[in-house]
């Protein structure tokens, strides 16, 4: 199992003690908060520093992908889809979290307001919207979930097994 922007490790309880994970992240200081995470938990697990538009692992290597808001502050959330959809096996399992676009004229207009302060001082995109990314690529939507306000959204998709480029 892959996690895409592992950070300080919050999820590493969540996964079933006979998982294997592996976690990638950009800064080697979460990776060291998530190690120390990991070493607190008794979790065995491999946590690396990557890029998710350029992950360094082989073609259908993974089960399943996790990512807990961390599309929101990759460069290009569409390449890192393409590189999540590589790294799968068919019929595997991507599971998403994040803050997305809301459908509501009211909240998107906040997020609007705050999204260009957020983009310059935390490269954190509130006008984004995973799904947009994922419906494109070889991905059959099993689950879609919105929160009330519509800017949180947790999904789990499955790889199918024809469709990539």
């Not at 294997?20 to 070493?39: E, F, K, N, T, W």
């Not at 590189?83 to 009211?106: K, M, N, Q, T, Y």
Request: include cysteine.
């Amino acid at each position: 199992m892959l996690e895409i922007g592992v950070g300080t490790g919050r999820n590493l309880d969540r996964y079933p003690a006979d998982v294997h994970v592996v976690g990638i992240d950009l800064s080697p200081a979460m990776l060291s908060l998530a190690r120390a995470r990991a070493q607190e938990l008794g979790r065995d697990v491999d946590l690396q520093l990557g890029d998710a538009q350029a992950l360094s692992f082989a073609s259908e290597s993974f089960d399943t992908v996790v990512v807990t808001l961390a599309l929101c502050a990759v460069p290009d959330d569409h390449q890192a889809i393409r590189e999540i959809a590589r790294v799968l096996r068919p019929d595997g399992c991507l599971v998403w979290l994040e803050h997305v676009r809301s459908p509501f004229a009211p909240v998107r207009l906040v997020q609007r307001l705050l999204d260009p302060l957020l983009v310059r001082l935390e490269a954190d995109h509130l006008l984004r919207d995973p799904i947009d990314h994922i419906k494109q690529g070889p991905f059959v939507i099993e689950r879609l979930e919105r929160s009330r306000l519509g800017y949180i959204e947790r999904g789990v998709a499955r790889r199918q097994s024809v469709g990539l480029a």
